[in-house]
């Protein structure tokens, strides 16, 4: 079994940057690709970012395009609003292929969160 674990959520001012690491442990997957995703209080879980298995493609939500980056494990973030304002979560996926999925039925093992939360 995977774990995944995210780490670096915590409360920024607007315009400000964090950094969110996923950490994988257990079972871990040779190849897998890394996807991004969150949830703002009352709201279903939508995606923001991911990252194919060899890492050559990354592909973000149209809201965080720009300010957000994806490598390795990490999610950069950058220019903060309050929108987004949200628990954010690392999951995995054993698909291969050229590009990484948008869709949370796609991605096989989850963290638990990590809380982000941007003040005006």
């Known amino acids: 079994q995977v774990q995944l674990t995210e780490s670096g959520g915590g409360l920024v001012q607007a315009g400000g940057s964090l950094r969110l690491s996923c950490e994988a442990s257990?079972?871990?997957?040779?190849?897998?690709?890394l996807g991004w995703f969150r949830q703002a209080p009352g709201k279903e879980r939508e995606f923001a970012a991911c990252?194919?298995w060899n890492g050559a493609t990354t592909s973000y939500a149209d809201s965080v395009k720009g300010r957000f980056t994806v490598f390795g494990m990490f999610l950069q973030m950058n220019s903060l609003t309050p929108e987004d304002t949200a628990v954010y979560y690392c999951?995995?996926?054993?698909?291969?292929?050229?590009?990484?999925?948008?869709?949370?039925?796609?991605?096989?093992?989850w963290g638990q969160g990590t809380a982000v939360t941007v003040s005006s």
């Open positions: 257990g079972r871990t997957l040779k190849a897998a690709s």
């Open positions: 999951a995995q996926s054993r698909l291969y292929g050229d590009t990484c999925s948008r869709a949370t039925g796609d991605y096989d093992y």
């Open positions: 990252l194919n």
